[in-house]
Each structure stands twice: as structure tokens, then as C-alpha cells.
């Protein structure tokens, strides 16, 4: 029976080296963890969002926390959205992952941005530091990058569809990010 791998075990390597990750280890992590993990990215991420509105006095504190509801589900529902149409794509160029296997390597591709989200919501609750696009922004772009490692492998080592897809993706959450934060 295979050990099932969901905790920094998994994260880590996926934001620094996907491509290992999903060669060696994605078939023992859990599906449901993965969902997680992008789920609380953005809702800590979003959270932030809510928070520097907060404090600029454009928001209320109830904002901040709608803000996270609705990134944990925009986490939980349209990264792994994204993960179908990865799939879909990857499927032409004959790739032998599964489709759960590919949803949940999209969602694990945010593990960046859910290590950063983390920091950031530390320095924005306890030194009182408006910290989304220092630290929110900056993990979601560093995610794309984890995104283009992850498709990448997925894809049968095919470059320039990574970074065609990664950078499609990545720019569409960065301005559904902004569209959401001007609500």
C-alpha cells in the first residue's frame, strides 16, 4: 500500500521543482489535498486583498472576509477549471496523465502563492503591512512559473505549449484578481 504524501512534503517541491514532483510523487498525493491547497492559496490571498482595502478605509472588514470565501472558491472551483481545460489540451499532444492527475497538479501548481499568502497575511496582521501585491501578487506570478514546470511534464516535455498555456492562465487570474478586488 502507498503512503499518501500531503504536507510540506508535497508543497515544497512543487513550487520549486514540479516537474520532479510530478515524475516521482504526484500518485501518492491526495486529490482532496490538492483541491485544498489552491482553495486556501487564494482564500489567503483574496484575504489579503480585503484586508489592504480594509485599512486604506475603501472597504469594510466584512469585505476582507467575503474576499476570502470567494477566493476559496474561486481556489477550489476554477483552478481545477483550469486543470480540465490543461487536460484538454494535453490530451492532443497525447499525454499519458490522467485527468485527475492533471487537475491536481494545477492545483498544486499554487503552492507558491499559498507559502507566500502565508507570509503575507503574517506581516499584514501582526505589523500591520498592506501586503497583497507584495506578497500576494508576487506569489501568484511566482506560481506561473511552477505552472509552466508542471505543464510542461505533463505535456511530454513541450516548452513552448507551457509557457503558452502557464502565461494564458496566469494572466487571466492576475485580471480576474483585480476585477475582483474592484468590486
Known sequence: MQKKSSTLGSILP???????????HLE?????????????????FFLQT???LYKTGQKDLNYAYTMSGVGFLY????????????????KMTR????????VSATCLSYSGLFIYSIFG?????????????????????????SLIGTVRQLSNSRTS????LATIFGTMILFSWYYVGNI
Not at 477550489?76 to 487536460?87: D, R, T, Y
Request: charged share 10%; glycine share 10%.
Open 14 to 24: 512543487m513550487m520549486f521543482n514540479p516537474g520532479a514532483f510530478i515524475e516521482n
Open 28 to 44: 501518492r498525493t491526495s486529490f482532496i489535498f490538492s483541491l485544498l491547497i489552491s482553495g486556501l492559496a487564494f482564500a489567503f
Open 50 to 52: 480585503g484586508l489592504d
Open 75 to 90: 481556489g477550489a472551483l476554477v483552478i481545477p477549471f483550469f486543470g480540465i481545460l490543461f487536460w484538454i489540451f494535453l
Open 95 to 102: 499525454s499519458r496523465f490522467s485527468f485527475k492527475k492533471v
Open 121 to 145: 497575511l503574517i506581516f499584514s496582521v501582526f505589523f500591520g503591512w498592506r501586503t497583497s501585491v507584495a506578497f500576494g501578487a508576487t506569489g501568484a506570478v511566482w506560481s506561473i512559473g
Open 161 to 164: 505549449l507551457a509557457i503558452f
